[in-house]
């Protein structure tokens, strides 16, 4: 009797099936919102853009390149312990230990905000020298939300006690408070987005490591409705891809996507978006 072999459909990114060992370069789902303060949900992101990529094409129209060259591996999503966050955040931590420690490339997928913060603590023991640029509608400078101070609102500010001033660097943001802003303008973290500006960041941070993180909300929220707090005003998706060829010289070291929150766009074309840009920084930053 001949057995047949049957297909299945991979529960992967799409193309991210080589094994630990072969891979440069690590995708882990991080399903955390815990501190989502408007539309929760973002724990359904990491699944969400796995799904939606087997729609998309490997290939690269806009870099020429396709994801089939390079070594991907897919982890999977944490499971993390629901309402617990300080545990949540530790395990996150210890999975990009995990990730370094094999000398792979991470890449996180959210989740809400808050979890840039473990990896930064993890990454700043690796790369004293660390560097992030944070793509994002809002300035997450706030010193509490609520009282609380480990937030989604608070995160880039408990980035920078960790690194030290002068060495964020904001592009696209267009949201904050008052404050906010102030402590931006006073740290000098806002990065206009226009050539003269973008071309003096890379001049600034060449040869440095630099960590991105990207929150979808950055894209304006009529192409891209399905996030946590969506923000008017936002970039277009060619936009976007012209800002990841402004910085593709830079020395990346990893890299996070966060707040996609499908059930807020029944359509699925956020999560088919977010798919393709996650193919695009991969390829931008990551070959």
Not at 60 to 67: A, C, E, R, V
Not at 171 to 198: H, I, W, Y
């Amino acid at each position: 009797m001949v057995i047949m072999s049957l297909p299945f459909m991979e529960q992967t990114f799409v193309s991210a099936q080589a094994s630990w060992k072969e891979a440069g370069t690590v995708i882990l789902g991080c399903p955390y919102d815990g501190s989502a303060s408007f539309r929760p949900g973002a724990r359904f992101g990491p699944s969400a853009i796995r799904r939606a990529s087997w729609g998309i094409e490997t290939f690269s129209p806009y870099l020429k390149k396709d994801l089939t060259r390079l070594s991907l591996h897919d982890m999977g999503d944490l499971e993390l312990p629901f309402g617990d966050k300080r545990s949540s955040l530790d395990l996150i931590q210890k999975a990009v230990r995990k990730i370094l420690s094999g000398k792979k490339i991470p890449i996180l997928l959210g989740g809400d905000h808050l979890i840039t913060l473990p990896i930064v603590e993890e990454l700043v023991k690796i790369y004293p020298g660390l560097h992030l640029v944070h793509i994002d509608a809002h300035t997450d400078l706030r010193e509490d939300y609520l009282g609380e101070t480990l937030s989604h609102s608070t995160v880039m500010r408990k980035v920078v006690d960790h690194l030290g001033r002068g060495r964020l660097f904001q592009l696209g943001v267009r949201s904050g408070t008052a404050e906010e802003f102030d402590l931006a303008r006073r740290m000098k973290s806002l990065v206009p987005l226009e050539q003269n500006s973008l071309r003096s960041l890379e001049k600034h941070l060449k040869g440095k490591p630099v960590y991105i993180s990207l929150d979808l909300d950055v894209v304006d929220p009529g192409l891209l409705p399905g996030v946590g707090t969506p923000e008017p005003g936002g970039l277009t998706f060619q936009e976007l891809i012209s800002l990841f060829k402004d910085l593709q010289n830079l020395h990346v070291i990893g890299f996070d996507m966060v707040e996609l929150t499908p059930d807020y766009d029944p359509t699925q074309i956020s999560s088919l978006t977010a798919s393709v840009i996650l193919r695009e920084m991969i390829l931008t930053f990551c070959s």
